[in-house]
């Protein structure tokens, strides 16, 4: 299969702990994975060394045919990531960020930025470390979406938002998010998100893509429980 | 319109969508020629993902009931006010059937059963 993302016996060791054994994972283009698992079941590993932030101990990593530690410089302005927490200074305002971003994204789109910011009244000028929560969160959904990359990458993005406002943000990216030839991958403990916004469900489990499945083909969150519920412990 | 989907139902969202729709056409808020919101719109105000919108959208013109034309957007069809409208009939009659016959076996006489279908007539027309 050629997907946007082709994960191939991808093994991570963190001191004597084995993260990730063996994982298989197939982003097919036009589609969204929501990634479930329980805390420490090794979804943020997984995303460190997608974005080439670590180095796999055995295995292999392609992102739209690139290796993300050997080619991270090209891979940079082709993978939207938003983090768990802002990995920004908290004296940066989210204009500072985005000037400081627009020249690392050859298909970074003004037209996407001042829509979003606009739609989510992004704080343009208050630096954030004094953004709450939601704010952050949206101010970082725009770096990611605006530079219209081949692998959208959300780890935990919509955790701790109040249902409102995580709707409001919900809205936006499927909005503005380009799924045509690209490929998303959302990290989040949330099954009804995963129910509402996923093509397809991975759950990991030991290290390892332990169930996965078509929400199309699941009868709505009870499924989708039962099935996490299975494989977890 | 309510384009909310209920992630508690057994049917996917893409169905629930698609029946939405249908509803929405069968009692005239879309008419024939009229354009169903983009894709993009649709996923944003019912909060699920592009593909789902986009199956729905394909299940009903598999159906006759809309037309995708390239590039410019997708219509409610000449004849797509009528067949949304036999085919909510068909399904809400095969619903009335297994509901009446429950009401019957669980010892609703016939006639008070009418009483009610006119009662609700009734409401209607008023």
């Known amino acids: ?233 | 319109m309510d384009w909310t989907v209920d992630l508690s139902a057994d049917a996917p969202p893409s169905r629930q969508l698609a029946r939405a729709l249908l509803d929405a056409i069968a009692c005239g808020d879309l008419a024939a020629g009229d354009q169903l919101p983009s894709v993009r719109q649709l996923a944003a105000k019912s909060l699920v993902n592009h593909n789902t919108v986009a199956r729905a959208y394909r299940d009903l013109e598999h159906m006759g009931i809309v037309r995708g034309h390239n590039g410019l957007g997708v219509f409610v069809s000449p004849a797509g006010p009528r067949i949304a409208r036999d085919e909510r009939r068909a399904g809400t009659l095969a619903e009335f059937r297994r509901a009446a016959g429950e009401a019957l076996r669980a010892g609703h006489a016939a006639d008070d059963l009418v009483l009610h279908v006119s009662k609700l007539r009734i409401r209607r027309i008023a």
């Not at chain 1, 990730?20 to 698992?37: C, E, H, K, R, W």
Request: glycine residues 10%; proline residues 5%; aromatic residues 6%.
């Open chain 1, 1 to 233: 299969m050629n997907g946007i993302v082709e994960v191939h016996g991808l093994t991570k060791r963190l001191g004597r702990r084995t993260v990730l054994q063996d994982l298989d994972l197939s982003l097919p283009a036009g589609s969204i994975t929501v990634l479930l698992g329980s805390n420490g079941a090794g979804k943020s590993t997984l995303a460190r060394l997608l974005l080439g932030a670590e180095r796999p101990d055995r295995g292999t990593i392609r992102i739209a045919g690139l290796d993300p530690l050997r080619d991270g410089k090209e891979l940079r302005g082709r993978i939207g990531f938003v983090p768990d927490h802002p990995d920004v200074y908290d004296w940066m305002t989210s204009s500072d960020l985005y000037e400081f971003l627009r020249p690392q994204y050859p298909r970074w789109s003004p037209a996407i930025e001042a829509r979003l910011v606009a739609r989510w009244s992004v704080p343009e000028h208050t630096r954030f470390g004094e953004l709450s929560r939601g704010e952050a969160a949206k101010a970082m959904l725009v770096a990611a979406l605006a530079p219209q990359p081949d692998f959208y990458l959300f780890d935990e993005a919509f955790e701790g938002l109040d249902p409102l406002v995580r709707d409001d943000v919900l809205a936006g990216v499927l909005e503005e998010i380009e799924l045509d030839g690209r490929a998303a991958l959302v990290v989040t403990h949330a099954l009804d998100l995963a129910v509402r916004i996923a093509d397809r469900v991975a759950v990991l489990a030991d290290g390892r893509v332990a169930a996965c499945a078509d929400v199309e083909d699941l009868g709505g969150v009870r499924d989708l429980k039962e099935l996490v519920g299975s494989v977890s412990r």
